[in-house]
């Protein structure tokens, strides 16, 4: 903008027509420099008075994969995932900043008697030790539904049941998430294998 503005004031005083004669043919390009946000300010266009903003580390390029449970026989209980504290989502996806959306695969090979249901928490409290939990409604993209838990299998003497679920939260505003699996066995139950793998991204 300086070496603009200089020019111009130059070719006023000499009575030369900056525009018509030199930027016509010649535009101004000026690479600034990075601005106190840590974006790029470059490609400063005298012509057009325009100048083109690009992010160093974009937003939309911003997310992490989550590798939250892959095993066989998980015994009967209560399991929380990464753990019981949850995940500060705030730092979880590549390169820092607010993870926004959430993706789950979910998916269990549930041999007879077995019951598993998934659920997904969330919670503002700043302290995750002692946090009010309460469950978050995701999107089912697998059944086309809106649901609080997802459950496959039973404990009623079912056959094996193999499934896999494609679960996403858009636009979630909590601190801390955590990804609650319970785990129940019938009288003949046998083994089971889980997985469930995330996706977190800031746009």
């Not at 838990?149 to 404990?155: A, K």
Request: hydrophobic letters at 35%; a negative charge.
């Amino acid at each position: 903008m300086l070496v603009v503005d200089f020019l111009s004031t130059i070719a006023a005083k000499l009575g030369i027509n900056l525009t018509s004669t030199l930027l016509a043919d010649k535009p101004v390009n000026l690479t600034l420099q990075i601005d106190k946000y840590g974006n790029t300010v470059d490609d400063y266009t005298a012509l057009t008075t325009s100048k083109k903003v690009s992010e160093v580390d974009p937003l939309d390029n911003r997310d992490g994969l989550l590798n939250l449970l892959d095993t066989v026989d998980l015994p009967a209980g209560t399991y929380w995932y990464p753990s019981s504290t949850g995940l500060n989502v705030g730092s979880a996806n590549a390169g820092g900043g607010n993870a926004k959306n959430i993706s789950l695969t979910f998916g269990t090979i549930t041999a007879d008697d077995n019951k598993l249901t998934l659920t997904v928490e969330g919670t503002n409290d700043e302290d995750s030790s002692t946090a009010f939990w309460a469950p978050i409604r995701f999107s089912d993209h697998t059944e086309g539904s809106n649901n609080l838990s997802v459950e496959i299998g039973s404990t009623s003497g079912a056959a094996t049941t193999s499934a896999a679920r494609q679960l996403d939260i858009d636009y979630h505003n909590c601190n801390l998430v955590r990804v609650k699996l319970v785990v129940e066995k019938g009288a003949g139950a046998l083994g089971n294998t889980v997985l469930i793998k995330g996706r977190v991204t800031a746009l």
